[in-house]
């Protein structure tokens, strides 16, 4: 409550809520360059342990670079958080008054901010759809085979999609792992990994989702390379391509 | 049954059996129970009895205690519940009323209560041990410890040893003074406390740089365990801090990452060991002293075995300190051995650094805070291990503030050290849990149940050779505690950071498990 007085004091005093009527959450009053440099100074003393200096996440916790955030998405709802934790994880409360609360968030933005103009775009963004057509990009990444293209360049950046296109084997993620297994009666089982335990594989192929159990299994691997062929296209070809995936489309 | 009659008559069991008065169960810790109804050949049929939902979405660590007919629980964080143990029903629940912002370093958990004679002793988020009466609820006192916004802060169950009521104070990330107080249980009043981190003039205050020592942690967040004969309460400290700087604090930093035995009477300290001198990576010594009198190199002793998160296994003699033995019992490279006096021999390079350091284990070390177990009958030492994990340590100087995190680095790894979520997308190849089974005369394995996730479960064997255990992945599930080979599981489908308890209610036994947000009750199908 003591920081919702505060919130309220400093919109009414020198802010003003957020400009659209429907709207009732609070932008970030402290986002200036020194706002920012005082942020990034308590980032590095408070969050930094869990988070990384470098805000790309440390263990389980999330890639402040993709500037997409998992519980809130507002200045007001990532306020809170920081102040209040999230409950059943380790994310704990801190004890950063606004100022200090507002001036983190700052700097945690600011690793994000202009990721998708960081490098220019060279390439023909209509090019790359007809390219994404024509060269059958859509039957798995349309179809939740392979990722979903939609909105990458907001969280992607040029350099990182284009490496995803020449060297498709650099950096699998694992929610793309496959499976390979061989029942004990002789069924071979192959598709995309979706979750395991200790007794149990989830897993997807073109016919659904399927869950076996592993004491039914003589053989299981997960497969960690990717399905994606390493691509023919010329470099002009991938800048269009990566052009057309930037600008938003993939469908 | 002779044993259980020798017991008692020694004052060791200090319960009935089918209760469950302490938080490890009994001052031994040995997380084992004489009850006998559930078999390896019946264990099959346990059924649902019920579930306690906790109006709560923290990590629900809390063990419960079942004391003449009632069973006590908290709600994270710091709300205690009586409820009927047949039917989940509650009685009463206490709510404390907790300041906005308290400092508990890794989610708004608590692990328990403890019970004497009528009344319920627990630790708060805000430095507070408050007394309630067992039958109705109601507060009898409350005494402030430490002041919160310097983030001292009580997670774990109170200890009880005879007239006093004893608790440690968590915060080793924020740059506390740790201590152990100990209070009268009919007033509240501190008798005597116990600082963890010796101050000037005092034995060990050299082993801290300067002034480091004022903000040098040696938290206590885990029950301790005593031993009435000698009259000695044995309890484990957690990191110095800041945690991933060790430059600014140059020296062995006692009495941090160390097993203190207290005398209960006085708080004097009888003697000390201390597992990780000069720790960077964050290996509390917060596990369970496990107290078991037996043959070693052909002499009855009062031994302890300690499973540390440095990933060592020790025996001592529990009456002097002595380090009897250590042996690696998971995937570790910070250290190449153990000396003659039990300190590591450290392998150079393996500390955190600015690019950081992969070492092994990783931070949440080869096992942590949730209970290991012996049980006599098959003379095994039985722990949670975390096998073939690290992590990336990092390092970076920061000053101390007050109420601030005060870690002086960082970590990185592929394994979270908690998570929520039924999801597991890595392989295991970055670590894995397994319940293993040591022989604690040679320390070597001698089975191994291994897991595909992490497991932050503690364990719990009985008269009848089951053990009992949970994991992340949301399975609860019974072990032969002779081979280790699965007799039972049941996916309750959400985690388990807590540890396994057993009780009677009518005379039919009952088992006890947290997961997720709620706590769980199996037993057998009414004869």
Known sequence: MRYFKLISLLAGATLGWAQEESSLTMTNPFNTPADRENGARIFLSQCASCHGRDGRGGQGTPDFTTGQFRRASSDEGLFAIINKGVPGTTMPAFGLNARETWSTLAYIRSFSAGRATATAVKGDSARGAALFRSEGCARCHVDGTAPDLAGIGKFQSVGEIRRSIVDPQADVPPQYFRIRATTKAGATLTGTRLNEDTYSVQYRDSSGLKSVMKSALSTYEIVRTSPMPATKLTDAQVDDLVAFLMTGGSR | MIR?????????????????????????????????????????GLELGWVFQARSLEKFEATPLVIDGVMYITEAPNNVVALDPATGRPFWIYEHKLPDVTFPCCG??????????????????????????????????????????????????????????????????????????????????????????PGPGEKGNETWAGDSWKHGGGPIWLTGSYDPELNLTYWGTGNPGPDWNPTVRAGDNLYSDSVIAIDPDTGKLKWHFQFTPHDQWDFDAVQTA????????????????????????????RATGEFLRGTAFVKLDWASGLDDKGRPILNPGRGPSKQGTKTYPGVQGGT?????????????????????????????????????????????????????????????????????????VTGKKVWDFPMS?????????????IL???????????????????????????????????????????????VGSALFTFRLPEP
């Open chain 2, 468 to 514: 009992f255990s949970g994991n992340r992945e949301g399975h609860f599930f019974a072990l032969d505690a002779k081979t280790g080979k699965l007799l039972w599981n049941k996916y309750l489908g959400g985690q388990v950071i807590a540890s396994p308890i057993t009780y009677l209610v009518d005379g039919r036994q009952h088992v006890a498990i947290a």
């Open chain 2, 290 to 317: 496990v107290l078991v009198d037996r043959e070693w190199q052909g002499r009855q002793r009062k031994l302890m075995y300690w499973a540390n998160r440095n990933g060592f296994f020790y025996v001592f003699d």
């Open chain 2, 108 to 197: 708004k958990i608590n692990r328990g209560v403890a019970y004497h004679d009528g009344t319920i002793f627990h630790g708060t988020h805000d430095a507070k041990m408050i007394a309630l009466d067992a039958r109705t609820g109601r507060k009898k006192w409350e005494t402030t410890l430490a002041d919160h916004q310097e983030g001292y802060v009580f997670t774990h169950a109170p200890m009880v040893v005879k007239d006093k009521v004893l608790i440690g104070s968590a915060g080793g990330e924020l740059g506390i003074r740790g201590f152990l107080a100990a209070l009268d249980i009919k007033t509240g009043r501190e008798l005597w406390r116990f600082q963890t981190i």
């Open chain 2, 453 to 465: 996730d992490m497991s932050e479960s503690g364990l719990l064997t009985t008269a009848t050779d």
């Open chain 2, 4 to 44: 259980i009659y020798l017991l008692v008559a020694a004052g060791l069991l200090a319960q009935k059996p089918g209760e469950w008065t302490m938080y490890h169960g009994s001052h031994q810790s040995t997380h084992y129970s004489e009850l006998n109804q559930i078999t390896p050949a019946n264990v099959k």
């Open chain 2, 368 to 440: 942590n805070w949730y209970a290991p177990s012996y049980s006599p009958r098959t003379g095994l030492f039985y722990l949670t291990a975390w096998e073939n994990y690290h992590s990336t340590y990092f390092t970076w100087n920061q000053d101390y503030e007050k109420g601030k995190w005060y870690a002086g680095g960082g970590v990185k790894a592929p394994v979270p050290p908690t998570r929520r979520e039924p999801m597991m997308k890595r392989g295991t190849e970055d670590g894995y849990a397994a319940v293993r089974a040591l022989d604690p």
